[in-house]
């Protein structure tokens, strides 16, 4: 694997699983200023509550919070901008056929440096109901409950 190919993690967003029932996933580019690169490389970003909408057939990532670059000066970039996204043309139109129907929405997974450069995965998502989150919150304490057993099954017991 080449080192220039290698994708640096810088935020994730944990909730968005949680929330919604992820159907498709694309990575874009995104437009930022010389302070928001900066404070993004030193981790100053927050993906929590943030979306992506579509106007005037362009997609923008709305509420994502990167904090002042602590070097900055008077042209520090404003904290809660919307910030457009780079898609491909026949992806932004597929996008749109896909939000307007009932309960779709756009969310951003994650965000990386892919080649030295800042990429967000974008979700293609459905909200999901109060049962399914107890469903899914079930599972997993089920699946963290087999695994403890198997490691208490095979653990070896010392003889004196």
Known sequence: MNEKEIE??????????????????????????????KSIREGNVNLKDSYAIIKYSEVFLINMHIGPYRQGNIFNHEPLR????????????????????????????????????VKIELALAKGKILYDKRESIAKRDYEREKIRELKGKFRFTSKK
């Open 82 to 117: 919307d910030r457009k996204l780079l898609l491909n043309k026949r992806e932004i139109k597929k996008l749109i056929g896909k939000v307007e129907e009932k309960g779709m929405t756009l969310v951003p997974l994650k965000l990386y440096f892919k080649r030295g450069i």
């Open 8 to 37: 640096k993690i810088i935020a994730v967003n944990r909730k968005a699983r949680h929330e919604y029932h992820i159907l498709d996933a694309y990575e874009a580019g995104i437009v930022l200023k010389g302070t928001e690169v």
